[in-house]
């Protein structure tokens, strides 16, 4: 079976060899976790959110990077693809680790993930599991997700990525590498601020994750997807992280697509699925966070969405689609003026 851990630890050794041409710091913590600062006291690049997108995956998306006329306005782009979809996202890229310890903060994904089954499901959204539920959406523990995926992963290196804008604490580490049952020497961290040029790269190289997410939490059987793939735009940084995490998020919401192909038994059913998939509320995901007291993991569900979804039903051979790139509000959210 593939191991996604030993497949991202690859790729850590290459960013680790290309750390001064990809602006990043490599450096060990007290307790000999291996750390890759790319953004919090660096600059990053729009090339190591590449490799940190590839560690996310587990290696098992293929991204380039292209860039495309909105119409009066140009933007880069991330396109991807996958062959292993499920694995890579609900399995690996999916940011269910909700980190902290006193002040610190930081949303936890990557293949370490995979090693640690037996972790809480974020707080705010274990709170209100119940009530989605009796809404029709479908949320799923750390362990539920491999259990339902068939998916489980042995390695002695756990490789996470955490979305924060500080360096975590050495019991941070610790904690993280006792989940992952590995020596805290064998846990490699790769801290990627939202703010920075990694983390705007990095967050969008999710555009397959977020739709998969999405049909999840509707009800759907993801395991019936086989292939995946998706682009999206790469949000202009900003220096506020709260302004920085709207428009990662905003530049998926209206401007990604997704394309997936499906095994499944019912095209009516599929249809229904696939119709609910798109954003409808025409807000700004800053908008949206202000509504959320708890934080991140308080954020309404639905609101991770890409812009336009399209799905093949092999069995059947019909496709269906939904929704649609917003360039207006592309514009607005992501403060081009």
Request: proline share 6%; charged share 25%; with cysteine.
């Amino acid at each position: 079976m593939i191991s996604i851990n030993e497949r991202a630890f690859k790729v850590v050794n290459e960013m680790i060899n290309k750390a001064d041409k990809l602006n990043v710091k490599v450096f060990k913590a007290r307790c000999g976790a291996t750390i890759i600062d790319c953004g919090v006291t660096v600059k990053g690049s729009i090339e190591a959110g590449l490799y940190v997108a590839r560690i996310t995956a587990g290696d098992l998306i293929n991204f380039s990077l292209s860039t495309i006329d909105y119409g009066g306005f140009t933007l880069p782009v991330l396109n991807a693809f996958s062959d292993y979809p499920v694995i890579a996202t609900m399995g690996s890229q999916l940011g269910d680790w909700e980190v902290r310890y006193g002040e610190y903060f930081a949303i936890g994904s990557g293949p370490a993930r995979a090693l640690a089954l037996d972790r809480s499901i974020p707080m705010a959204v274990g709170l209100k599991r119940e009530e989605l539920r009796r809404q029709g959406l479908i949320t799923y523990t750390p362990r539920e997700i491999y259990e339902k995926i068939g998916y489980r992963d042995s390695y002695d290196k756990a490789v996470i990525v955490m979305e924060s804008s500080s360096i975590p604490p050495d019991e941070v580490l610790r904690s993280i590498a006792k989940s992952c049952n590995v020596e805290p020497g064998n846990l490699y961290a790769l801290i990627t601020p939202t703010s920075s040029l990694a983390g705007s790269v990095q967050i969008v190289g999710r555009i397959i994750e977020v739709g998969i997410f999405k049909l999840a939490l509707l009800g759907f059987d993801f395991t019936k997807i086989f292939f995946g793939s998706g682009s999206s735009p790469i949000a202009p940084p900003h220096p506020d992280p709260s302004i920085a995490m709207g428009r990662v998020n905003d530049a998926i919401r209206y401007g990604g697509t997704t394309y997936y192909i499906v095994d499944y038994e019912d095209d009516e059913e599929l249809r229904n699925y696939i119709a609910k998939v798109p954003p409808t509320d025409n807000k700004s995901f800053t908008e949206i966070f202000k509504e959320a007291p708890r934080g991140f993991y308080d954020v309404d569900l639905r609101a991770f969405a890409p812009a336009a979804i399209t799905i093949t039903n092999l069995k059947t051979g019909r496709t269906f689609s939904a929704g649609y790139i917003k360039p207006d509000m592309l514009r607005k959210t992501l403060g081009i003026e």
